[in-house]
C-alpha cells in the first residue's frame, strides 16, 4: 500500500492550493479516503473524507466552506482543493483511508505554508 501526496508549497494568506494523493496496493474504488494533516507540535488531525463513490464528503468544522474533497476512481487519486488559505492550515497534509491502522502505511504528505 502507498500513498504518494502532492502539491504542497508556499502561498500568501487568502490563497489556494489544491493537493493530490496518488494511492496504490489496494483496491481504491472502495474505500472512504480522508485527509489528514499535521501542524508542527501538534497531532494530526482529521481535515475530512469522501465517501467510496465520491457522493460524500465531511469536513473538519475548521475547513467546511474553504476545503473540497474530491475524487477520481479512475486513476486512483483524492484531491483536496483548499481556498482562502489562513496561517493556521499550515501543516504537512497527508491521504489516507478512514481507518489508517487498516494498513498501517502512510505516505510522505506535503507541506503546506500560509505565511505573507
Known amino acids: 500500500v502507498q500513498f504518494v501526496e502532492s502539491g504542497g508549497g508556499l502561498v500568501q494568506p487568502g490563497g489556494a492550493l489544491r493537493l493530490s494523493c496518488a494511492a496504490s496496493?489496494?483496491?481504491?474504488?472502495?474505500?472512504?479516503m480522508s485527509w489528514y494533516r499535521q501542524a508542527p507540535g501538534k497531532e494530526r488531525e482529521l481535515v475530512g473524507g469522501i465517501s467510496n463513490a465520491g457522493g460524500s464528503t465531511n469536513y473538519a468544522g475548521s475547513v467546511r466552506g474553504r476545503f473540497t474533497i474530491s475524487r477520481d476512481n479512475a486513476k486512483n487519486t483524492v484531491y483536496l482543493q483548499m481556498n482562502s488559505l489562513k496561517p493556521e492550515d499550515t501543516a504537512v497534509y497527508y491521504c489516507?483511508?478512514?481507518?489508517?491502522?487498516?494498513?498501517?502505511?502512510w505516505g510522505q504528505g506535503t507541506q503546506v505554508t500560509v505565511s505573507s
Open positions: 489516507n483511508i478512514r481507518d489508517p491502522s487498516v494498513f498501517g502505511s
Open positions: 496496493g489496494f483496491t481504491f474504488s472502495r474505500y472512504y
